[in-house]
């Protein structure tokens, strides 16, 4: 599922570049103009110690719209930072698509845990870990990708890609340091294995799950994924066929009840779109049918969600109507953007 010959290094060369597509847009402006207050206010939250290790910077905030027609626009940080949890919604539409939903759903529940993302979220009758995108879900859908530790961590890999349209690198130091950091994962999956849930070999499977995490995207490259998501399982940009739209659609049933950690009732009703957040900064949201939207900032709450990040999403959904139960249509992009910028302008 490699993005590769001329089109591959096409996109690669437009991403190192740094440039992406600057489309000069009154879109741009929006949000340029919303990234510079953010940028111009106190920073709040603190970035993980991991996070540094990748390069993470107080000032760094970005934010870039992917539509389903391929169309980016990206402003702000464009540095690239690991990927943390955002992979388990591609390690879960992996799985879903390998097994079925059926079968996918059998062994790790769709509930939302209202826990921390590294709780001890086993249902005690069922054993079933509550949902695809807590560390132990993540863990035991990681161990249904494939028989052997490189089988499953080649299928991960290669979603993570093709959704991203290009080949993207792993960040070494993090997945070291964050291994020899793992007890508490090592031992969700020891749990799962304890439990009778998992077969598999915990330290390879932590493993696997790890090396999803530290793989470095940049905010675009989110965007891109996001907008993966809502164009059904098709990414825009290379017309790939990355997940089935049944995958797709479970995929984001699940980010819109369990993407934002213990904050995912907050998000719903204050940004009304699926999302998902990792711990690097990074926060991916789609609206179905239309784009999917990115953002990173890597100072976190407590709840362990980008702070910047969040005001962007909140600001962007009120701005154009982006809760999915607002019962009208989102503004056109552009269009509306033309409107806030000239009332901005005025004021
Ligand atoms: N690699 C991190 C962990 O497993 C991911 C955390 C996250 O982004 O939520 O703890």
Same mark, same amino acid.
């Given at each position: 599922?490699?993005?590769?010959?001329?089109?591959?290094?096409?996109?690669?060369?437009?991403?190192?570049?740094? *440039?992406?597509?600057?489309?000069?847009?009154?879109?741009?402006?929006?949000?340029?103009?919303?990234?510079?207050?953010?940028?111009? =206010?106190?920073?709040?939250?603190?970035?993980?110690?991991?996070?540094?290790?990748?390069? =993470?910077?107080?000032?760094?905030?970005?934010?870039?719209?992917?539509?389903?027609?391929?169309?980016? *626009?990206?402003?702000?940080?464009?540095?690239?930072?690991?990927?943390?949890?955002?992979?388990?919604?591609?390690?879960?539409?992996?799985?879903?698509?390998?097994?079925?939903?059926?079968?996918? *759903?059998?062994?790790?529940?769709?509930?939302?845990?209202?826990?921390?993302?590294?709780?001890?979220?086993?249902?005690?009758?069922?054993?079933?870990?509550?949902?695809?995108?807590?560390?132990?879900? =993540?863990?035991? *859908?990681?161990?249904? /990708?494939? @028989?052997?530790?490189?089988?499953?961590?080649?299928?991960?890999?290669?979603?993570?890609?093709?959704?991203?349209?290009?080949?993207?690198? /792993?960040?070494?130091?993090?997945?070291?340091?964050?291994?020899?950091?793992?007890?508490?994962?090592?031992?969700?999956?020891?749990?799962?294995?304890?439990?009778?849930?998992?077969?598999?070999?915990?330290?390879?499977?932590?493993?696997?799950?790890?090396?999803?995490?530290? @793989?470095?995207?940049?905010?675009?490259?989110?965007? @891109?994924?996001?907008?993966?998501?809502?164009?059904?399982?098709?990414?825009?940009?290379?017309?790939?066929? @990355?997940?089935?739209?049944?995958?797709?659609?479970?995929?984001?049933?699940?980010?819109?009840?369990?993407?934002?950690?213990?904050?995912?009732?907050?998000?719903?009703?204050?940004?009304?779109?699926?999302?998902?957040?990792?711990?690097?900064?990074?926060?991916?949201?789609?609206?179905?049918?239309?784009?999917?939207?990115?953002?990173?900032?890597?100072?976190?709450?407590?709840?362990?969600?980008?702070?910047?990040?969040?005001?962007?999403?909140?600001?962007?959904?009120?701005?154009?109507?982006?809760?999915?139960?607002?019962?009208?249509?989102?503004?056109?992009?552009?269009?509306?953007?033309?409107?806030?910028?000239?009332?901005?302008?005025?004021?």
């Amino acid at each position: 599922m490699q993005v590769s010959g001329i089109w591959g290094m096409w996109l690669d060369r437009r991403r190192a570049s740094g *440039t992406v597509r600057t489309v000069t847009s009154a879109l741009t402006t929006y949000l340029q103009r919303q990234v510079a207050a953010l940028s111009s =206010a106190p920073s709040e939250g603190d970035i993980q110690p991991m996070a540094r290790l990748s390069g =993470a910077e107080v000032d760094h905030v970005g934010v870039a719209l992917c539509s389903v027609d391929g169309e980016i *626009t990206a402003v702000g940080t464009d540095h690239p930072f690991p990927v943390q949890s955002i992979s388990k919604v591609f390690a879960y539409g992996a799985a879903i698509d390998l097994h079925g939903l059926d079968y996918v *759903t059998s062994i790790v529940d769709e509930e939302p845990s209202g826990e921390e993302f590294n709780a001890l979220s086993l249902d005690a009758l069922t054993k079933k870990p509550k949902n695809a995108l807590v560390n132990i879900g =993540a863990i035991r *859908t990681h161990a249904m /990708l494939g @028989v052997t530790q490189e089988d499953r961590i080649q299928r991960l890999r290669d979603m993570l890609d093709a959704a991203a349209g290009r080949p993207l690198e /792993l960040h070494r130091p993090t997945m070291d340091q964050e291994m020899a950091e793992s007890d508490r994962n090592f031992a969700l999956a020891h749990i799962l294995r304890a439990a009778g849930s998992m077969e598999e070999d915990a330290r390879e499977v932590v493993a696997g799950y790890t090396e999803g995490c530290s @793989v470095l995207t940049t905010v675009t490259d989110l965007a @891109v994924m996001a907008a993966t998501l809502a164009s059904g399982g098709t990414n825009p940009l290379t017309g790939e066929r @990355v997940l089935s739209r049944v995958a797709s659609r479970q995929v984001l049933s699940v980010m819109l009840t369990c993407g934002m950690y213990d904050n995912a009732g907050d998000w719903v009703s204050d940004v009304g779109l699926p999302a998902k957040s990792g711990v690097a900064g990074g926060i991916i949201a789609g609206l179905p049918s239309r784009f999917g939207i990115a953002t990173y900032a890597p100072q976190l709450d407590a709840h362990g969600n980008s702070v910047r990040g969040t005001h962007l999403f909140e600001r962007i959904s009120a701005d154009y109507a982006l809760h999915m139960l607002d019962g009208v249509e989102p503004k056109p992009l552009e269009k509306r953007a033309q409107e806030l910028n000239q009332m901005a302008s005025t004021v």
